[in-house]
């Protein structure tokens, strides 16, 4: 997968996917979640080069200026992602121009796109070669250097802990342990809350086992669907170590994709499972997140 | 959101993939009628389960006075915790053989799946390994005839040509259905033949919610409490449990956290309810209410800001407190991130006060609701 | 296979582009009755023609006796050898600005493109290279919004976003047809604003008529000779042409290049007829009686048997001899490939001896054709 | 593109994209022309493995075994090019289905097959990097070695002439001429007499000038599209003579495509545009076809 090296002044600077040179641009700017959180991106240092949204090109926000349609923007900015705020209903569209104008990197933020457009616009991505985080995802931040999504600013700074999560609040919230007992996070990528995604946890980990500046990972997983079984296959490989935590132990079963979904899972995708599987595979499993950094100092002290 | 067997059948039927004839009815006479025009028929009660056959949700009649009888024990019934308001009176088929068919989205591949066995009728998570299979679409390129071909000929049966092509325009009907309704799951157990004839006996659909401003021809079916209505009409996810602790927290991972640490810590969570949909005031202070409604032993509310505003649910707290003129429930309220000095201040006006660390005040929670007076709770 | 403009504009309405309020009529009462409702109108000819304004298919009617008096002038009439049989009646729109808009398929980039201009109205080969926008689609993924937009920006035009919204939508809507219908071209020139709406003024449809199988709803338009009709329900393909010399052959490729000899020796053509979509005895002699019913100078037959038999071929001549009693007009046939020596037999028994150089037989048909006696040529 | 290189007995044997080891099959063999033209092909020499119509699967078929489906002759034997002979409404899922299943190249013989299902599977073609022939077109013959398609068995002798062509009947036509005056053919093409095709006159020349078996190229045109001009351009750059005939000299202005068509070919498509564009390249044009073996024998002799 994609590992960026990028010299700075002679000197090699790492980070998974993104890092302090990573021109961003917003499509749904003008929005009330693409204003709030292009203000965030660049209060922490990203560099949001541009905005996009359909009838307000010519505006400028935050002293970022917006364009009709992405292709304009290439015409006048070096572009190496986007981010991804419209609403759910044109999501698939938004993704497609990034994606057909070549844009590297989208994060999807947006949630509640249908799962077939969803299906379609991974799809598209992987003929294209780019990298699609989400959608339902909290977005990509290498502590630091740069944020692409939502995540609040305040619990995330450089540190050698490698972040992979399903789910935007609960990763903030181990995050802020994990900055209270001294450890910062190198980079924190959430998959996306639905149910098909863009990069995987395993596409994830294999980038943090390959970046120098990540000492240990920790995945934050929850119950439904295979992620965490497929990624335990290769946890077992990895040389640096990874916590888990996976919420959801005490939530009902899930009623709706009945047979269908069981057979797709073969008797995966419940937390006894997937407590399973990454212990086997040599994950350390929290029982609360609190557990997390405990189990963190304890590796990497 | 799942739709009713009849109206998944009606949408099989428009891509070219016949049910039994066969009649809706909401009361016994229209039963009667059916059967009269029908025959021997098999009435089944129309509900969001499956394993209506053992619960006595599906039944046969031979004659009109029979499924009259039937009719009139079923509907109104309450079956698997469902209101039988409608049956499907359906002809009796010859069955010759049975399939299992349905297509869904496999998320490790990231595409469309067929899954198919000719162990049909039965439950398919019964059904050996080897006997069912799994053939995968491209997403982009879709469906085509020889897909379907594939599958036929990977079913390993001995079928003539016209059961051959049956087969294959069933397929073909099951994944349109799935592609041009935005379902997540088209499910027929069993597919049968009967003589020359393919027919979907029975079939279970459900829609992409989150595509439902796109498939406005197909009626909204309710799956849920008033609650979980009023929770929904306001933007929230908010899901009954069976305990105590009234929870309300902004995220869906954070929030089933918070449940599992409950009970981590000896509690019980009385409901999930996920503010993260809407976070203003106003929402917030009716979701407030919902949980308030429900008399719980204790209140646990989880804030952790980033585009939720700490201080907006603060004050839907006091603005609650002031309407209902008091909350007699004890209140845990942890709150970090975006404006979490002014919400604790406001808090601190109404008399509380608020965690900063979460498992310190699930831990709380548990402790209040363990001393509370049992009457409380409903 | 071309469609009327009024049906044309039926396909785009439906996906969302609409054409000026309008009556198709096929009366001069009914044209002044529309007149009556809609207000000052222009009256189109419904032809299967372009350049209709310039051959006067297109007039301008302020009142309903005007509608009425140009509508009796142009039903009946013959404009650019067609007939015309029905009137769009339309209203006169105010247009504040013109397009060109068009989808059809780029045969060197094996995709779909989208042509558009800021300089509509007028005839588009005559509007400057730089002024035109071709925009290429992938065939597979299709179209989406975001490219709708990418046009109407390149366009360069200085548009408020209504009018920006409209032009999406209408190229939205044009590619809709193109797609959905089976079209290899959707051409509307132009495409018109009048206040904040956009509107097709024109519209040249031209459905693939190899896909008329699945685009059932698309009404037959007919625009061939009896005789190019009688030859399509053969399944063969004819063109008439103006010179004396007959010509069946197999084959477009080879039909053409016998044209082109016929030219080079020094004759004329009097049609295209390749033979090669049905090539039985039956249907050959069908064959043959067109062009006999033509009464050319001479028939040229060539036919380089592949799956096409020579004995067939020989045989049709030998019946078509027979049932006419005897054929007057000379034949040159030239025969080689599949049973070409029995080809040949069964011509001598008719008292023709066939040809094996092509270059030859056409010199051949040249210097009988300059014989013949004039009379013979209709 | 793709140039074959196969060693029998320990000698370099070559052809352009089929030889006399290409294992072919034939869907829609049961039909009354993939019948005939499937004795035809081995009658030739052609390696016709299996064949290809649903419902038929078990039945053999001038000694060939029939199958339902492409997959399950790709469990049974070893297939490197298709042809399709099935009836114009179901092609599209035909050769979708060999694609899928990996078939490298793919001759489409069915005529009439509707363009928006032609663009479809051209593309999808490309996208699995296989070669795909036609729609519409004779085939591919690679003289003594393979015959691919519907030419008749006795004007193609080998040779040192390529022949790539739009139009069957002409080009069996011109190859007679060619094998009468002494002339056999190395391999001939047809890509088809569709608006749009797979391989196009330059892939194939671009393969002819890369053939040591060939030594000067046939082209055979047509008025209508741009495909003659786009040649051209690469027969500039050739170091094989090439001589061309284009039919259609005296034909009616074609009525159909009217402005939209003459926008895309900007005045090209014409007889004199295609006749300025080979002579300008270097191409000899023959004015009718007899004077192609006589231009041959010039260069070749």
């Known amino acids: 997968m994609h590992q960026q090296v990028i010299l700075v002044k002679g000197k090699v600077l790492m980070a998974i996917i993104v890092n302090q040179n990573t021109k961003v641009i917003v499509q749904g700017i003008t929005g009330k979640q693409g204003s709030f959180h292009t203000r965030q991106m660049l209060t922490y240092g990203t560099k949001v080069v541009a905005g996009v949204t359909p009838g307000k090109g010519g505006i400028t926000l935050e002293g970022v200026p917006v364009y009709d349609t992405v292709q304009e923007v290439l015409e006048n900015h070096q572009v190496d992602a986007t981010v991804i705020f419209v609403q759910s209903a044109i999501a698939k569209d938004a993704v497609l121009e990034a994606l057909e104008a070549g844009i590297g990197i989208v994060v999807v933020i947006t949630e509640h796109i249908p799962v077939h457009d969803a299906l379609k616009f991974i799809s598209y991505a992987q003929r294209k070669r780019a990298i699609l985080i989400g959608?339902?995802?909290?977005?990509?931040?290498?502590?630091?250097?740069?944020?692409?999504?939502?995540?609040?600013?305040?619990?995330?700074?450089?540190g050698p802990v490698g972040l992979v999560s399903r789910s935007g609040t609960l990763t903030?919230?181990?995050?802020?342990?994990?900055?209270?007992?001294?450890?910062?996070?190198?980079?924190?990528?959430?998959?996306?809350?639905?149910?098909?995604?863009?990069?995987?946890?395993?596409?994830?980990?294999?980038?943090?086992?390959?970046?120098?500046?990540?000492?240990?990972?920790?995945?934050?997983?929850?119950i439904g669907g295979n992620a965490e079984e497929e990624a335990s296959v290769y946890i077992k490989e990895m040389t640096k170590p990874v916590v888990a935590y996976i919420a959801g132990k005490s939530a009902p079963p899930e009623k709706q994709m009945g047979h269908a979904g069981a057979i797709i899972r073969r008797g995966r995708g419940t937390y006894q499972s997937k407590v399973k599987a990454l212990s086997e595979a040599g994950a350390l499993v929290a029982e609360i997140p609190s557990e997390v950094p405990a189990k963190i100092s304890k590796l990497l002290v | 959101m799942r739709i009713f067997e009849y109206m998944g059948k009606e949408l099989l039927n428009c891509f070219g993939l016949p049910a039994p004839k066969g009649k809706v009815v909401s009361c016994a006479d229209e039963a009667a009628l059916a059967a009269t025009e029908i025959g021997p028929v098999v009435i089944?009660?129309?509900?969001?389960?499956?394993?209506?056959?053992?619960?006595?949700?599906?039944?046969?009649?031979?004659?009109?006075?029979?499924?009259?009888?039937?009719?009139?024990?079923?509907?109104?019934?309450?079956?698997?915790?469902?209101?039988?308001?409608?049956?499907?009176?359906?002809?009796?088929?010859?069955?010759?053989?049975?399939?299992?068919?349905?297509?869904?989205?496999?998320?490790?591949?990231?595409?469309?799946?067929?899954?198919?066995?000719?162990?049909?009728?039965?439950d398919i998570e019964e059904v050996p390994e080897n006997q069912i299979l799994r053939i995968h679409t491209d997403a982009e390129l879709g469906m085509f005839p020889f897909i379907a071909r594939n599958i036929v000929r990977r079913l390993g049966l001995d079928l003539n040509n016209q059961h051959r092509k049956e087969l294959v325009k069933a397929i073909l009907a099951t994944y349109q259905v799935f592609q041009e309704k935005d379902a997540i799951l088209v499910e027929i157990n069993p597919l049968v033949f009967s003589g020359e004839k393919i027919f979907a006996a029975d079939a279970k659909v459900i829609i992409d919610p989150d595509a439902r401003f796109r498939q406005k021809d197909i009626p909204y079916v309710e799956d849920q409490t008033e609650t979980e209505k009023l929770a929904q009409?306001?933007?929230?996810?908010?899901?009954?449990?069976k305990g105590d602790i009234a929870v309300m927290a902004n995220g869906a991972g954070i929030t089933m956290s918070i449940l599992d640490m409950l009970l981590y810590y000896g509690g019980t969570p009385a409901n999930f309810l996920d503010i993260s949909g809407g976070t203003d005031t106003e929402t917030t202070a009716r979701a407030l209410e919902i949980l308030l409604a429900k008399k719980p032993k204790v209140i646990f509310i989880n804030i952790f800001g980033g585009i939720t505003r700490c201080d907006d649910v603060a004050r839907a707290y006091a603005k609650v407190k002031k309407e209902c003129s008091d909350i007699q429930v004890p209140v845990v309220i942890r709150l970090v991130g975006t404006n979490q000095d002014e919400g604790k201040r406001i808090l601190q006006e109404c008399g509380v006060e608020a965690y900063t660390d979460l498992e310190e005040a699930a831990a709380k929670a548990v402790e209040l609701a363990a001393y509370a007076p049992a009457g409380n709770f409903s």
Chains 1, 4 share one sequence.
């Open chain 1, 172 to 222: 903030y919230e181990i995050s802020e342990k994990l900055v209270t007992a001294g450890f910062g996070q190198s980079t924190a990528v959430g998959i996306g809350g639905d149910c098909v995604k863009g990069l995987t946890f395993t596409e994830i980990l294999k980038l943090f086992e390959a970046d120098p500046e990540t000492n240990a990972v920790v995945l934050i997983g929850e």
């Open chain 2, 44 to 122: 089944k009660a129309q509900i969001l389960s499956g394993k209506r056959g053992k619960s006595g949700g599906i039944r046969f009649a031979n004659t009109p006075a029979e499924a009259k009888s039937i009719a009139l024990e079923l509907l109104g019934a309450n079956i698997q915790g469902y209101l039988v308001e409608k049956l499907l009176v359906e002809e009796k088929l010859a069955v010759d053989q049975e399939f299992y068919l349905a297509v869904t989205i496999d998320e490790g591949t990231k595409s469309p799946v067929i899954i198919a066995s000719n162990q049909g009728g039965i």
């Open chain 1, 135 to 158: 959608p339902n995802t909290f977005g990509i931040i290498s502590s630091g250097k740069c944020k692409i999504g939502i995540p609040p600013n305040q619990f995330f700074i450089p």
């Open chain 2, 233 to 241: 009409n306001l933007g929230i996810s908010y899901v009954e449990l």
